[in-house]
């Protein structure tokens, strides 16, 4: 059984440019999250799908950033016009239920964008 | 804002001896996970623990959940140089508007020397 697997694994783009990051879950996780990983600091909650759903984009910044689950294919996670502080690694967690105490949630390798 | 403290911040041991990290927090969690993470990687899962008071055991390594589940450790025993690595504590409130969220200490940095 594949695990959650991200693409690409190394990102580098020029201020302004767009960054799309893909995952797909692992099989039979309907549920998507994901998080930030900024040098020296902790993983940081962006933001939670399901399929076709965004349950909580509360982690996201409110501009330039967005992200999907559509029915078919991997979760995206898209930045805009990005900036040298977007500069992180992005990891994608996936889940089979959100319930209470059923929250085990499995990583991907992660992406790691860099801005020039 | 659900906080957790993990301390120490880095360990640095020798093969054989024993060691336990600490997670802490003054918020109530439904769930906590611990996670190891390599340079270059992603967490790998090691233990779930739901229940307060739950005791959970991989190998040489111990894990349990506080009573009032706010807090957590992880003791390894006879420490081995494979076991190098970052270890996250990560917290699910289980309800709510934040209902699929995890919240991660920063996490404790332990290298075992031979």
């Known amino acids: 059984n594949a695990g959650v697997m991200q693409n690409p694994r190394h990102l580098v783009r020029r201020r302004g440019q767009e960054a799309r990051l893909r995952c797909s879950p692992m099989?039979?996780?309907?549920?998507v999250y994901w998080y930030r990983q900024l040098p020296e600091e902790g993983l940081k909650f962006m933001v939670y799908l399901q399929k076709e759903n965004i349950i909580d984009e509360s982690g996201m910044p409110k501009e330039r950033f967005s992200a999907e689950f559509p029915k078919e294919g991997p979760s995206i996670l898209r930045i805009q016009q990005v900036v040298r502080g977007d500069s992180a690694a992005y990891f994608c967690?996936?889940?089979?239920?959100?319930?209470?105490?059923?929250?085990?949630?499995?990583f991907g390798p992660g992406t790691r964008l860099t801005v020039l | 804002t659900q906080l957790l403290e993990q301390s120490p911040q880095f360990l640095s041991i020798q093969e054989g001896e024993n060691l336990t990290v600490y997670c802490n927090s003054s918020?109530?969690?439904?769930?906590l996970q611990w996670y190891r993470q390599e340079p270059g990687e992603g967490p790998v899962l090691l233990v779930t623990?739901?229940?307060?008071?739950e005791v959970k055991k991989l190998k040489r390594l111990t894990f349990q959940f506080g009573d009032a589940r706010k807090d957590s450790s992880l003791h390894i025993t006879a420490a081995q140089p494979g076991d190098t690595g970052l270890y996250l504590c990560a917290g699910g409130v289980g309800r709510g508007s934040t209902l699929g969220r995890l919240y991660f200490g920063r996490g404790t940095q332990l290298t075992v020397w031979p």
């Open positions: 623990v739901v229940t307060g008071g």
């Open positions: 918020s109530v969690f439904s769930s």
């Open positions: 967690a996936s889940s089979r239920t959100s319930g209470r105490g059923l929250q085990t949630q499995y």
């Open positions: 099989k039979g996780h309907s549920h």
